[in-house]
């Protein structure tokens, strides 16, 4: 019996990694020059922590969570995103004790069950990062300009930057009513769960997959058009700020980010390039939720980026990372393998990445080998070049060779 990953489950292969770790080097860089400090989460939480979190209406928490019960009957979430986790630790721990404005991030894996397709998996990966206890909205741009700033150093460039406001409970209550009114009169027109959420929470109707149901959203009211006062300066401030920075970005209405925590700033940053699956990153604010989750009241904003969609770019653009070896040593006969086994193990203590094959095969494999694990040089030993004192270091892509005294080649292999 062959086993296959579960459906929506994917391995990352090595040829694959090296962009992985370049997302996440670059990422914990950027962050770290903005004053992040990482946290690690654990996968499993209670579900309660997340169907109060990010709303017991979304797809996420009504159609998407990974729950089960343990052996006494706990109902446990594989976590389906980061931000409820960060918050649970941030509540549990009383980080708040320690400074009033923490900047925390976090990666690894979440699951949502969805329909796994090109860019949508079971198992996916996020950057996330989080910052507690600033009412923005100059954080608010900071935070956008610090993406933009890590999509830049990556040379993700096709992509655009969508905003919206998502206003507060004062100002987003009359809106409620307005767009109530307006499903109403378009009943006939929506799908079964858009008739639920017509009363339990009428927002998640925009983010309805149903073609019915867009149609209906597209002349429906927005959010932007019932701001008060303060949310509409806090939109206004972002934007010009934003602008400030010369970071581009679109006034999407519709914007609406599928989970129930938001307020006011809301983003996405979309790509051109990768298909149906287009969002590569989204965030916003969230005043009100830590104090929801059992925390003090402070305000709080964040985002996550999805890095299957970002490795997806790179790997596209030609990316090829570092799944190279500085060497590989090819003894041919006895005697130079005892000799090239010891200079391999002292190229190594000099932190050279380098390998051999303990196979005793030909020259012809060898050289394969060398290709295959994409080696700058080759250090060739045989009978011959123990004779003269002299092996031959090669390059693999210019073909030029040079000869290496034997008498003490490490030095010289290091300084070639
Ligand atoms: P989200 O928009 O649900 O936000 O996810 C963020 C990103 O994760 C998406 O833009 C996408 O790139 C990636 N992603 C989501 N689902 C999948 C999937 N099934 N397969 C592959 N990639 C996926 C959040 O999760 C919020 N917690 C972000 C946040 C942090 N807001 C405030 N702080």
């Given at each position: 019996?062959?086993?296959?990953?579960?459906?929506?489950?994917?391995?990352?292969?090595?040829?694959?990694?090296?962009?992985?770790?370049?997302?996440?080097?670059?990422?914990?860089?950027?962050?770290?020059?903005?004053?992040?400090?990482?946290?690690?989460?654990?996968?499993?939480?209670?579900?309660?922590?997340?169907?109060?979190?990010?709303?017991?209406?979304?797809?996420?928490?009504s159609?998407e969570?990974?729950?089960?019960?343990?052996?006494?009957?706990?109902?446990?979430?594989?976590r389906?995103?980061?931000?409820?986790?960060?918050?649970?630790?941030?509540?549990?721990?009383?980080?708040?004790?320690?400074?009033?404005?923490?900047?925390?991030?976090?990666?690894?894996?979440?699951?949502?069950?969805?329909r796994?397709?090109?860019?949508?998996?079971?198992?996916?990966?996020q950057?996330?990062?989080?910052?507690?206890?600033?009412?923005?909205?100059?954080?608010?741009?900071?935070?956008?300009?610090m993406?933009?700033?890590?999509f830049?150093?990556?040379?993700?460039?096709?992509?655009?930057?969508n905003?919206?406001?998502?206003?507060?409970?004062?100002?987003r209550?009359?809106?409620?009513?307005?767009?109530?009114?307006?499903?109403?009169?378009?009943?006939?027109?929506?799908c079964?769960?858009?008739?639920?959420?017509?009363?339990?929470?009428?927002?998640?109707?925009?983010?309805?997959?149903?073609?019915?149901?867009?149609?209906?959203?597209?002349?429906?009211?927005?959010?932007?058009?019932?701001?008060?006062?303060?949310?509409?300066?806090?939109?206004?401030t972002?934007?010009?700020?934003?602008?400030?920075?010369?970071?581009?970005?679109?006034?999407?209405s519709?914007?609406?980010?599928g989970?129930?925590?938001?307020?006011?700033?809301?983003?996405?940053?979309?790509?051109?390039?990768?298909?149906?699956?287009?969002?590569?990153?989204?965030g916003?604010?969230?005043?009100?939720?830590?104090?929801?989750?059992g925390?003090?009241?402070?305000?709080?904003?964040?985002?996550a980026?999805?890095?299957?969609?970002?490795?997806e770019l790179?790997?596209?653009?030609?990316?090829?990372?570092?799944?190279?070896?500085?060497?590989?040593?090819?003894?041919?006969?006895?005697?130079?393998?005892?000799?090239?086994?010891?200079?391999?193990?002292?190229?190594?203590d000099?932190?050279?990445?380098?390998?051999?094959?303990?196979?005793?095969?030909?020259?012809?494999?060898?050289?394969?080998?060398?290709?295959?694990?994409n080696?700058?040089?080759?250090?060739?030993?045989?009978?011959?070049?123990?004779?003269?004192?002299?092996?031959?270091?090669?390059?693999?892509?210019?073909?030029?060779?040079?000869?290496?005294?034997?008498?003490?080649?490490?030095?010289?292999?290091i300084?070639?």
């Amino acid at each position: 019996m062959q086993y296959n990953a579960v459906k929506g489950f994917k391995d990352i292969l090595p040829g694959q990694m090296g962009a992985w770790n370049r997302i996440e080097s670059e990422a914990k860089r950027i962050f770290e020059i903005f004053g992040f400090r990482e946290i690690r989460i654990p996968i499993l939480e209670k579900a309660d922590l997340f169907i109060r979190g990010i709303g017991r209406e979304t797809d996420v928490v009504s159609k998407e969570m990974y729950t089960f019960q343990d052996r006494k009957g706990t109902y446990l979430a594989m976590r389906p995103e980061a931000t409820a986790s960060v918050l649970r630790a941030y509540i549990e721990h009383k980080l708040y004790e320690g400074s009033s404005i923490q900047k925390l991030f976090t990666i690894g894996p979440m699951f949502r069950y969805e329909r796994p397709q090109k860019g949508r998996r079971r198992q996916f990966h996020q950057i996330n990062t989080e910052i507690i206890g600033d009412p923005g909205p100059r954080i608010d741009s900071e935070l956008v300009y610090m993406i933009m700033m890590l999509f830049s150093s990556l040379k993700i460039n096709d992509i655009s930057l969508n905003i919206n406001s998502l206003g507060c409970p004062k100002c987003r209550e009359p809106f409620r009513i307005k767009l109530r009114d307006y499903l109403k009169d378009h009943y006939e027109e929506l799908c079964p769960d858009c008739r639920r959420r017509m009363d339990t929470n009428p927002l998640r109707v925009f983010d309805c997959k149903v073609k019915t149901c867009n149609e209906v959203m597209e002349d429906a009211p927005v959010m932007l058009d019932f701001l008060c006062d303060d949310c509409s300066n806090h939109f206004h401030t972002f934007m010009s700020d934003l602008k400030g920075l010369n970071v581009d970005f679109v006034v999407n209405s519709h914007l609406m980010r599928g989970l129930d925590y938001y307020a006011k700033t809301t983003f996405e940053v979309q790509t051109r390039n990768l298909g149906a699956q287009n969002a590569i990153a989204g965030g916003g604010r969230y005043d009100g939720l830590i104090k929801e989750l059992g925390g003090p009241d402070y305000p709080a904003i964040g985002f996550a980026i999805g890095m299957e969609r970002i490795a997806e770019l790179l790997n596209e653009s030609g990316y090829q990372g570092k799944d190279t070896l500085d060497l590989f040593m090819i003894p041919l006969g006895k005697e130079a393998e005892d000799k090239v086994f010891i200079w391999l193990q002292k190229l190594r203590d000099a932190g050279i990445r380098c390998d051999m094959e303990y196979r005793s095969v030909g020259l012809k494999a060898q050289m394969k080998h060398a290709d295959r694990l994409n080696a700058k040089k080759v250090f060739i030993v045989g009978e011959d070049e123990l004779e003269k004192g002299k092996g031959i270091l090669r390059d693999m892509a210019t073909k030029e060779q040079i000869e290496i005294s034997l008498t003490d080649p490490i030095n010289e292999i290091i300084s070639a």
